[in-house]
């Protein structure tokens, strides 16, 4: 895990100087495709992202996590494509992501995305293990108290739903809530969580 780090970090401090951005924040429960990555505890994150140009960037983003074993962060590194204008978008890349402990959970995913005025559709595939996980998601441009935005995902017999609401603190601070369920299909059984998330970019 170190090493992956060093490697990455040396990569994005040797390409040409384009634009940098990046985030941190703390949550009240890491969660991920509607199941719970730090045991229903607080989570800390990072990310960082560098423009190459023409379209092309790269980045890295990392969590604390609580499996209930001896891995405590995951790191996901990624880089793509985005090609787009005013009211549209299409999105292709590939993410790779490592824990620090239990290499057997590593996995990486190509992932695609049409996004079109409000409405964003896209798939992550992982073909090592054969998943795939298709999604939606609605933001509703005409509430204009918060960025609210309606996600619907499936996977393997799963499916997770959630409303995410996110109101502006500042130009580069946010706070937000995530009203989430996970649901198998098979006989409906539903798991519920909330998580109260900020967010500071840079």
């Not at 293990?129 to 309606?150: E, G, H």
Request: hydrophobic share 40%; with cysteine.
């Amino acid at each position: 895990m170190k090493k992956l780090i060093m490697l990455f970090s040396l990569v994005l401090c040797s390409l040409p100087t384009f634009a940098i951005s990046g985030q941190y924040g703390i949550s009240s429960d890491y969660m991920w495709r509607g199941i719970s990555q730090s045991n229903g505890n607080p989570a800390i994150n990072f990310g960082i992202e560098q423009q190459l140009g023409a379209g092309f960037y790269a980045g890295a983003w990392a969590s604390t996590i609580d499996f209930n074993d001896d891995n405590n962060v995951e790191l996901d590194l990624y880089g793509g494509y985005s090609i787009g204008g005013d009211n549209w978008n299409i999105d292709l890349g590939y993410i790779a992501y490592r824990y620090d402990h239990d290499n057997d959970l590593n996995f990486d995913e190509v992932y695609l995305s049409v996004a079109y005025g409000p409405v964003k559709v896209g798939s992550y595939h992982d073909e090592d293990n054969d998943r795939q996980y298709d999604f939606i998601d609605v933001s509703l441009p005409f509430l204009k108290f918060a960025d609210v935005t309606l996600h619907y995902g499936d996977q393997d017999g799963f499916s997770d739903k959630s409303v995410n609401v996110e109101y502006a603190l500042s130009d580069s601070m946010s706070i937000g809530v995530m009203v989430m369920s996970h649901i198998r299909n098979d006989n409906m059984e539903i798991e519920d969580a909330v998580s109260v998330h900020f967010v500071s970019k840079f």
